[in-house]
Every structure is written in C-alpha cells, then in structure tokens.
C-alpha cells in the first residue's frame, strides 16, 4: 500500500474514533463503572444476609468489603503492566473472567473467612483490573470534550447503586444469598462485551514517539513505556513522563496536595466508600420497613449520587471563584453534618430524605477527585496525582468498614457509627477548606512583596490555587 493509501486510512480510522465510536467507549467505561464502583455501595442486603446466616459479628463481615477495596484500589498502580503488556481490551476482560470467578466461588463458602477470599482477593482485583483500564481509555477516544465524557463515565457508579441494591433483594429472597452470588457472577461476565468495545488505537504508537502537547492524554496511553518502569529508557520525554507518574515529591512541593491526600484518605476512603452498605445495614436494624422499600431508599441514594456526579461540571463552570478543592471539601462537610444529623431520622420518610441527600454530596465527591488533581498541578500530572492519591484511599477503605464494624460490636448501636463518618468527614473536608484559605492568602502575601513580574511561573505550587475549571483547561489545549 503506498503512503498515501495508509495516510488516508489511518485518518480515516481515527475520524471514526472521533466520532460516533468514541461515545460507545465512554458508554461500556459507563458500564464497568457501574458494576466496579456501584457494587460496594449496593452490596448492603447481601451482607445483612450473610452476616445472619454465619452469625458474624460487624467487624468480621466488614472485614469482607475492607480486604475487596484493599485489592482494587491499593494494586491500581500495578494494573499498568497488564495494560502495558496486553492492551485495554485484554486486561478488562480478565478483571471481568476474575471477578466472575469470586463471585461463583463465593457461593461455596463454608465459613465467612472464605469471603475474604473469594469476595475480597478475586472480585478486589479482578475490578482492579478493570477500573483504570476502562477510565484511561476515554482520554485516548475523547479528547475536545473529556471533562463530559469523564463525568458521564463516573456517572455509572451511580447507577449501579440504583440498580444492583434491588436486584440483590430480588435475588436473596428468591434463590438465597448462594444463588444470588451464583445468578450475579453470570451478570457480572457480561462487562467482557465492554472489553471487547475497547479495540487498540492504530495511531498510539505514533502519537507516543510524537510526543504532542497533550500531556494527559500521552499518560494514559496503552502503549506509553513510561507508565511502566522502563527507567533504562534514553528517550528524555520518557524519562520525564516516568518522573511524573511515580514522583512522591509531589506530597511536599504542594502542601495544599499532602491536606488532599489527608482528606481523601479520612473522608472519601474512611468515611464515603463504606457509608452506603451501612446506611442499609442500619435501617435494616431499626426495621424501619420492610426489605423492599430500603432496597428503594438504596436506590434513591444511588439516583441522587448520580446526579451529584454530573453537578460539578456546571458548578465549577458558572462559579468560577469557587474551586474544585473547595467545593470538594465543602461536599465532604456538608455530607458529614448530614451523616451526624442522620441518628435522629427514625421513620421511612425522613430516612429517606437524609439518604438522598446524602447521595448527591457522596457523589459530588467522587466526581471531583481527578478534578481537583487538574486544578492543583495541570492535566499533566493528573496520572502522577492519581497513583499517590489511590493508595491513601486504599488504606481508608481498609480501616474505614473494620472501625464502623468494631463500634458497633462495643456499643451494639449503629448511630454511634454514624457518628464517626460524620466526624471523619467534617473533619476531611474542614481541614481541605481551611487549609487552602491559608495557603491562598500566603501566596497573595507572597505576590504582594515581590517585585518580580514573572515570579507566579517559578513552581508548581503556583498552578495549584487557580481559580480555573477544566473547561479553561480545555479552551487552552491542555498546554502546560
């Protein structure tokens, strides 16, 4: 074929990824979000269920949800070497394959120990294994309007929140809580038709030895050597992109960035991540109705979390003086005064109410997390910001369900427990606003006894506080 025969077919596949391919890509990201991030938080009958039948304490069934987000959140930096090695498409569908296999296996278990296991080592890491892949391939097919397709694609973490909370109902009571974990393993191998959406860009090799100004998108590609460890490289822009991903010196060049990493770690992994399994747990203890209606209220959560995860976008575009890390913070405070003032809902309909309130800021949350990296060192470093963030609210998600569990089997009372999320986000979120209040009037203290013009380009830290959105972010190409 003559050069000018591939040129034209090369433009003509990457047109198609352009076009109307690219939105089938975000939709299966949808997807996988949906089961990989929704599950956990509709996974509340299924613990009620199995709690009951092994006649565990809290702390031992929670020990179940902690060691499943030990292995999907604290092994992400990993998952780039499968991602590396066998592309996109290759590395969902065994995340799919493994995560199908826990929750077969899961039927079979003897002992609640064995859920540890199946549940939290094979169905942890095989969304492991799906959760970054299915995220970073939509800034390689979406690239003028990522912060939608981003949002959209976060967004299925919501629905399966609404969706999965009744269908475990439906399950358990029907064929038991064996053979619900039997019907959803099946259910669950179905994200391998989203794998198989996710076919390899032709031009990514190209583009990688190109280098081109758009930093973000370069750091998620399959085929970038620098997301791996090849420090033998003797290419500098590889060199520089491995730099990027693994420099914990990101922790004190931008202090703002170590309170971030705090709050994540108290408010999103301690507090956020096992709040929805124990709102249900409570209600169910307080036998506020009946099984089916608390499955609604769980769906009503995930509903409202779902439009908290698409509010951000507008927000932070109609306001600019207020920014992603203040109004992430603010979302954790609101959701922990939200979470004290739950203790005293103690009928349907104002249970009700606190949930879906609760869901739109838990939701917000989320959303904002790749956001506020953006906002606090650029597009360029948002996959270095990721990798030192994930494993903080990792070791939350870990502590967060084991402490809540353990409260409640000291004082056999899950307010008491509510209590503590509330503290653990006020606390996260309070310490985030105040925080980046004082670093702001430090800097303008800074700018003001300067006489240098050129004085806010000199580090990192000075891109942290601009009051910026991604869409200026976007306007500007994504040039550093």
Known sequence: MSDNGRGQSERDDDDDDRGWYRWLVVLASHLCSCFAFGLY???????????????????????????????????????????????????VMMGAVLSSLGFFLSSFAPRIEFLYLSMGVFVGFGYCLITSPSLGIVALYVKRRYVLANALAVSGSGLGIFVFTPLWDALIDGYGWRGAFILFSSINAQLCVCAAIYRPKKKAKSKLKNMTTDPDANANESDSPGRHGNTESNSPPNKKLLCGICDLSLLYRNPLFAVYAFAAFLGSGMACIPLAAFMFIRAESKQLSSSQDLSFLMSLYGALGLL????????????????????????????????????????????????????????????LISQVLKDLFGPSLVTAGMTITTPFMAIGAILGPTFAGLIY??????????????????TAGSSLVIMESHFNKRRRKSRQSQDEPHHSEKGVEMVSHRASTDFDMLEDGHVQ
């Open 41 to 91: 938080q509709s996974i509340g009958p299924l613990f009620v269920a199995v709690q009951q039948y092994f006649e565990a304490s809290s702390v031992r069934t929670s020990w179940i949800l902690s060691t499943m987000f030990c292995f999907q959140l604290g092994l992400g930096p990993i998952v780039n070497i499968p991602v590396k090695r066998f592309g996109h498409r290759l590395t």
């Open 308 to 367: 908290g995860r698409l509010t951000p976008v507008p927000i932070l575009y109609f306001i600019p003086a207020l920014t992603s890390v203040r109004l992430y913070g603010l979302a954790l405070f609101f959701a922990g005064v939200i979470s004290f003032f739950s203790v005293f809902a103690n009928s349907y309909a104002l249970y009700g109410m606190v949930t879906a309130i609760l869901g739109i800021f838990v939701g917000l949350t989320f959303t």
């Open 409 to 426: 089997d000291l004082t056999g009372n899950y307010d008491n427990t509510f209590y503590y999320f509330g503290a653990c986000l006020a």
